[in-house]
């Protein structure tokens, strides 16, 4: 472990979702690996950043998903400003698979 990088080296881990290979086995990868509350958060932020590349409005997205403003805002910072996993995913779902527009 990095002095300055509290996370451990989790290469495996991301690797492990590399050998995935349907949406229910990534679905059922999830459910063991997160627990209940933990997984609907991170969908719920899904939803929040789906909308907010869409172009919605804060407010439009709170009645929509039940998120926070800081939340809204915490997601946002990652959109405009993170490691561009958010563009990546949006740019491959909507290049190849009808099924983003789903929820």
């Known amino acids: 472990m ?20 349907t949406e229910e086995e990534v679905k059922a990868f999830l459910e ?5 509350t933990e997984l609907m958060a991170m969908e719920q932020r ?5 909308l907010l ?6 407010n439009a997205i709170m009645e929509t998903t039940g998120a926070s403003s800081a939340i809204i805002s915490r997601v946002n910072r990652s959109l405009q ?3 561009r996993g958010y563009e990546t995913v949006f740019s491959r779902l909507e290049d190849g698979d009808s099924t983003a527009d789903e929820k």
């Open 2 to 21: 990095k002095k300055n990088n509290r996370r451990l080296d989790n290469t495996l881990m991301y690797k492990a979702f590399l050998q995935l290979k």
């Open 32 to 36: 063991d690996l997160c627990s209940m």
């Open 46 to 50: 899904f939803e929040v950043a789906k």
């Open 81 to 83: 400003y993170g490691a």
């Open 53 to 58: 590349h869409k172009g919605f409005i804060y």
